[in-house]
């Protein structure tokens, strides 16, 4: 059985619908693993969104542990870091800390399901985590808002989403498991034609994220990532995939760049929009 190590900030509504997806398929015999700890860290009272997500935990009977990334830091006495600076000892001494507290509850694969801090050194050493990244492998790095709007700047023919291993460099470990999709389909053609000849600032001022082209990547990206979480933890329970000395192999033993998804994928989402 694949003993799994769950870790959110729970900002948003998409913590939660991570958690589901994979507890509800374990719970229905679907999947040959085990959720053996969720780190949130936030703690009560922190975020309404992060407390339901603290309910729905506990509401699934899995072992809980929190501890305040806000709290910490400001005992510290540091202001908030800023996107791309490199990450201070005392960050690596918060992670030190979380490992101290996870002890009890050793699991084979971490998953970073809507966890918002960069993990360091420390921590990416300690344990094999996975994140979930909204781009094809070689594709835009940031926050979702990012890569759209690099993707609409490049006037890409593709995307993806993929899992990979999480290092203290963001978006940059190796990848496991990936599934691509076309920008160029029939759905895409007339939102190309209404951003042509246009720049990206322009589009920015003008509709910003209510741009359709926009949106209708966000939304082809969104009807993935649940569906690509799920097949990757299949996957490694099945044993199809592994991580060896932080490198991503096959059953065989063979390392691979990246378990390639997409005709699971693709089947999955066609069945969800039939």
């Avoid at 506990?58 to 540091?78: A, N």
């Avoid at 800390?97 to 921590?123: C, K, T, W």
């Avoid at 759209?148 to 978006?171: C, F, N, P, Y």
Wanted: proline share 6%.
């Amino acid at each position: 059985m694949l003993k799994l190590g769950w870790f959110a900030t729970a900002r948003g509504q998409t913590s939660p619908r991570l958690l589901n997806v994979v507890q509800d398929a374990i719970l229905r015999g679907e999947l040959d693993a085990r959720i053996e700890v969720v780190f949130c860290n936030r703690e009560p009272g922190e975020d309404e969104n992060s407390d339901r997500f603290l309910e729905l935990v506990r509401s699934y009977d899995i072992p809980l542990v929190c501890y305040s990334y806000s709290r910490y830091r400001r005992q510290q006495g540091q202001p908030p870091l800023r996107p791309g600076e490199p990450l201070p000892s005392w960050r690596s001494d918060y992670d030190r800390e979380i490992i101290r507290l996870l002890e009890p509850y050793p699991f084979d694969l971490g998953v970073l399901a809507g966890y918002m801090l960069v993990a360091s050194e420390v921590m990416c050493q300690r344990y094999d985590l996975l994140n979930l990244h909204p781009a094809a492998p070689g594709g835009p790095t940031g926050t979702w808002q990012q890569v759209i709007w690099q993707l609409v700047e490049q006037r890409a023919e593709r995307s993806g989403v993929m899992m990979h291993l999480a290092t203290s460099k963001l978006d940059a470990g190796p990848v496991v498991t990936y599934c691509v999709y076309s920008l160029r389909s029939p759905t895409f053609a007339q939102l190309w034609q209404e951003v042509e000849g246009r720049s990206l600032s322009d589009i920015q001022a003008s509709e910003g994220e209510n741009n359709w082209l926009f949106q209708e990547i966000r939304r082809q990206g969104v009807a993935r990532e649940l569906p690509l979480l799920l097949a990757t933890v299949r996957a490694f329970a099945q044993g199809r995939i592994r991580i060896e000395n932080k490198r991503v192999v096959d059953g065989a033993g063979n390392v691979i760049a990246g378990y390639d998804l997409t005709e699971e994928i693709e089947s999955t989402v066609a069945a969800a929009q039939a």
